[in-house]
Nanobody, 131 residues
């Protein structure tokens, strides 16, 4: 059984930082696509960042590039999202999603999309940024 467990959300002031974690278990393929998505109240879910674990290739949406960093710790089966220079518009529920990498050959499409074709999801972690 595949499980994704996110943690690390919270409330910060504008300009602050947070690091989210996603622990993945049960997805026994060597190369995975792990992506972070976010959904603000009343808005569509959108991609934020993605990492291909086999090549360590990363992708970012335009709205977070240069502020967010996605990384992996293979030994811990964990993917991180380091978020800095947070703004109120970053307020959202953040979700981790995972699939075998071959299902998502285009990383740009992943971070520009809604993630509706991802099979495995975590429960989400809330990030709130106040001005």
């Amino acid at each position: 059984q595949v499980q994704l467990v996110e943690s690390g959300g919270g409330s910060v002031q504008s300009g602050g930082s947070l690091e989210l974690s996603c622990v993945i278990s049960g997805l026994t393929v060597p190369h995975k696509c792990i992506s972070w998505f976010r959904q603000a109240p009343g808005k569509e879910r959108r991609g934020v960042a993605a990492i291909y674990t086999g090549t360590n290739t990363t992708y970012y949406s335009a709205s977070v590039k240069a502020r967010f960093t996605i990384s992996q710790d293979n030994a811990q089966n964990t993917v991180y999202l380091q978020m800095s220079a947070l703004q109120p518009e970053d307020t959202a529920m953040y979700y981790c999603a995972a699939d075998p990498a071959w299902l998502h050959p285009d990383g740009t499409a992943v971070v520009d999309g809604t993630g509706r074709d991802f099979h495995y999801w975590g429960q989400g972690t809330q990030v709130t940024v106040s001005s």
